[in-house]
């Protein structure tokens, strides 16, 4: 029998693989709290498709993660709506070139804002909700946390401090909550499009030849928060061995 109680807020969560993420939550059983910024539409658009397939099973919240009073606001929301939370997924990320040398203090402000700072103080406000569930939280890194790309200097830093967020929450909220991260290859494209060279020479580079699926991402997630028991504080790298070489 599904149990259609546990509730999971995924941030960044209207669009590519948080949208992924989500769904693949709520279709093995979990009450879903969507989350996005700017993507509001397409948000909405996933919120009536999964509420249409349960009724009372999503709620749509908008914030701004640069801004922390944004944060108690949305967990408050989210709490309030569901009575409880089992699961955080921070999922919300930003990503934009910064070439060593042009670095502006405003440009490492907002990526760490968004992939460092929103994590860990989210965390903060939803750890009694979770630490009372028993739950588990998922962060998604990138395999830039340890291999860091040319011209994103700041971006490979921020996702190198969320892997530590990571590490470091799973010791603070052990043994009640445990905290793992999910760090992505090659899933999808660039939105802004990658040449055809540039694609073969990162399969080149990538032993499985294949970039991965959302849907490989959002069974990971699923599989940190639901089965990985004795798993705290790793980072599960889906890069089709990319690392490798």
């Not at 009724?55 to 009073?69: H, I, N, Q, T, Y």
């Not at 929301?77 to 910064?98: C, I, M, R």
């Not at 060279?197 to 030849?209: I, N, V, Y």
Request: charged share 20%.
């Amino acid at each position: 029998m599904t149990d259609y109680q546990r509730v999971a807020l995924v941030t960044g969560s209207a669009r590519r693989i948080g949208a992924a993420i989500a769904r693949h939550l709520h279709a093995h059983g979990y009450r879903v709290a969507l989350h996005a910024h700017s993507s509001t539409e397409e948000m909405q658009s996933l919120a009536f498709d999964l509420e249409s397939e349960r009724p009372g099973s999503v709620l749509a919240v908008e914030a701004d993660l640069r801004d922390p009073a944004a944060l108690p606001d949305m967990l408050e929301q989210v709490v309030s709506h569901f009575g409880q939370l089992d699961a955080l997924v921070n999922n919300a990320s930003n990503f934009f070139p910064t070439p060593f040398g042009q670095v502006q203090p405003a440009q490492w402000d907002e990526l760490l804002a968004v992939n460092a700072r929103a994590p860990f103080f989210l965390a903060q406000v939803a750890a009694p909700h979770l630490i009372r569930q028993r739950g588990a939280i998922v962060n998604l890194t990138d395999l830039h946390a340890t291999q860091p790309l040319r011209d994103y200097p700041a971006y490979s830093i921020a996702k190198a401090a969320l892997e530590m967020v990571t590490r470091s929450l799973a010791l603070e909220l052990a043994p009640h909550v445990r905290v793992n991260a999910v760090a992505p290859g090659a899933i999808l494209w660039p939105e802004e499009g990658k040449s055809e060279l540039a694609k073969q020479k990162l399969m080149e580079r990538t032993p499985l030849g294949r970039i991965g699926t959302p849907h490989e991402i959002a069974s990971a997630v699923r599989w940190l928060l639901d089965d990985a028991g004795y798993i705290t504080g790793q980072t599960l790298r889906l890069d089709g061995g990319r690392t490798l070489t």
